[in-house]
Structure formats: structure tokens, C-alpha cells
């Protein structure tokens, strides 16, 4: 299952999800989604675990914990498709 976790410090590491998600079973993925300019958090991530059950106490066990001094946000993720497209563009007119 793919969990969402929010409102993370912007000095939290992969090191702190995985540490915080093991404690309810095998973390296979730790992704933190960083600004692809700067390369800072974007206060955001995403944790893979392959049993289901252990991912659901996790979500349950972890949502509104603080990790680092902020309380954080943890849910299954949505898949991309589910998400509303925001166009695009912007470009100019030729």
C-alpha cells in the first residue's frame, strides 16, 4: 500500500519515515518529494509497505503523531488518475 504523509518538517529524512513506519511492519519504499530547483522538502513524502494490515496500523498508529516538533498527516495515497487535472500551459500565442 502507498501512504501519503504530510505536513512534515522540512528536516525530516527518509531515515526518520522509515524509523517511525517500522515499528508497524516491513517499509518497502521511503520517498520524501523535494522542489526540483532547489532541491529542498516539500514537506511531503510517501511510504510503500507491501502488507496491508501493517499499512492500515500505521495510518491509524501515526496520523496526527509529531515527528520532529509537527504533528503529521498519514493516509492511503490516491492514485494519480484520481487526481483533478490542472491543465497546463501558459505558453505563448503564436
Do not use: C, W
Not at 68 to 75: A, C, D, E, Q, S
Request: glycine letters at 14%; hydrophobic letters at 30%.
Amino acid at each position: 500500500m502507498n501512504i501519503y504523509v504530510g505536513n512534515l518538517p522540512y528536516s525530516a529524512t527518509d531515515a526518520d519515515l522509515r524509523e517511525a513506519f517500522a515499528q508497524y511492519g516491513d517499509v518497502s519504499n521511503v520517498q520524501l518529494i523535494s522542489d526540483k530547483f532547489t532541491g529542498e522538502s516539500k514537506g511531503f513524502g510517501f511510504v510503500e509497505m507491501d502488507n496491508n494490515s501493517q499499512a492500515d496500523a500505521a495510518i491509524k498508529g501515526l496520523n496526527g503523531t509529531a515527528i520532529k516538533g509537527r504533528n503529521i498527516t498519514v493516509n492511503q495515497a490516491k492514485p494519480r488518475s484520481d487526481r483533478p487535472s490542472h491543465g497546463g500551459g501558459g505558453g505563448r500565442r503564436y
